[in-house]
């Protein structure tokens, strides 16, 4: 399971990065939220340490075709769930963030968190 990400163009804000990424490996558009905060991870094929910074995204619109449609599949789920599936730590991190932010863990269980865009990663290894 990976959260949308990459980096961002010259021309581009970061937060219209991370609604262009989500956009293109998610298929879904919103309103990009007060950011979670910002980790730094090391990238498998370069070898390199990479800053990241991870907002929430308000969904407003759920997409039946996207750019990497073919590589990824969009997949709801609790926080709870999303936490288990997590392959990084900063992962993990940013949704605690998140669960702290929104006002507990008890309530997030309830419900599916429209405001996480969660998607899993089926063919490509980006």
């Known amino acids: 399971m990976l959260f949308p990400k990459g980096g961002w163009e010259s021309d581009e804000t970061i937060t219209q990065a991370a609604l262009r990424e989500t956009y293109e490996e998610a298929g879904v558009k919103g ?8 980790w730094t991870f090391q990238s498998r094929t370069h070898g390199t340490d990479y800053e990241g910074y991870m907002f929430p995204l308000q969904v407003t619109e759920v997409l039946n075709l996207w750019p990497e449609k073919t590589n990824r599949r969009r997949l709801w789920m609790s926080v709870t769930e999303a936490r288990e599936c997590c392959q990084h730590w900063w992962m993990k991190e940013a949704l605690d963030v998140l669960v702290d932010r929104l006002g507990g863990q008890q309530q997030l269980d ?4 429209e405001s996480c865009s969660l998607n899993y990663q089926a063919k490509s290894n980006l």
Request: proline share 0%; net charge negative; hydrophobic share 35%.
């Open 110 to 113: 309830e419900e599916e968190v």
């Open 31 to 38: 309103v990009v939220e007060r950011q979670l905060g910002e």
